[in-house]
Structure formats: structure tokens, C-alpha cells
């Protein structure tokens, strides 16, 4: 099994920056792709970004030039780097890791911007 803990979630003006983390422990085989989705209230559940572990990064057009993802795989987390946030970018965000066949959800860290 798996665990992801999320952080770095607050509140924070349009136009100011946040960065998450997603640590993972646990029974890790061998960690593949790692990303973020959010969801934001009466939403469903949408991509962000991903970076697997080789090749190149993946974002969704909402948040290009705006979010980069990144990770340090000596210590199985993955990070986003928020910028120019805007008030549609409030939601909560998810990390999710693959890992041999399995895929895994962090619980989730909010995200809110003010206008």
C-alpha cells in the first residue's frame, strides 16, 4: 500500500503563487507517473498536470505557463508550483502516483484565491 500526504494548500490572493507537495511512503514498488487534478466545488474531477518518470511534462491548457510540476524522486514527492493564480484555479487538488500497476489519491489539500 501506498500513502500520499499533501501539503501546501491555503488561501491566497489572484495573482499570488502557492506550491504543493505530495510525499509518498509506504510499500512503493517502483513509482511511474505522478501528477495533480482538482476539483472544485460541483465539478467533477479534472487534470492538471502530470510528469512521468521519464519523458516529457503534461498540462492541462487551463494552467500552461502558469503551473509547473516537478519531483525529486530520492524522496518519492512530486510538487506543483502555482502562479498567476486566478479564482477559477479555487478547488481542491489531488495528487495521484502510479506505482507498478496500481495508481494512488493523496486526500486532497484546498486551494482557495480571492479576487
Known amino acids: 500500500q501506498v500513502q500520499l500526504v499533501e501539503s501546501g494548500g491555503g488561501l491566497v490572493q489572484a495573482g499570488g503563487s502557492l506550491r504543493l507537495s505530495c510525499a509518498a511512503s509506504?510499500?512503493?514498488?517502483?513509482?511511474?507517473?505522478m501528477g495533480w487534478y482538482r476539483q472544485a466545488p460541483g465539478k467533477q474531477r479534472e487534470f492538471v498536470a502530470r510528469?512521468?518518470?521519464?519523458?516529457?511534462?503534461n498540462y492541462a491548457d487551463s494552467v500552461k505557463g502558469r503551473f509547473t510540476i516537478s519531483r525529486d524522486n530520492a524522496k518519492n514527492t512530486v510538487y506543483l508550483q502555482m502562479s498567476s493564480l486566478k479564482p477559477e484555479d479555487t478547488a481542491v487538488y489531488y495528487c495521484?502516483?502510479?506505482?507498478?500497476?496500481?495508481?494512488?489519491w493523496g486526500q486532497g489539500t484546498q486551494v482557495t484565491v480571492s479576487s
Open positions: 510528469i512521468p518518470s521519464g519523458g516529457s511534462t
Open positions: 495521484h502516483v502510479v506505482s507498478g500497476w496500481n495508481g494512488y
Open positions: 509506504g510499500s512503493i514498488f517502483s513509482i511511474n507517473a
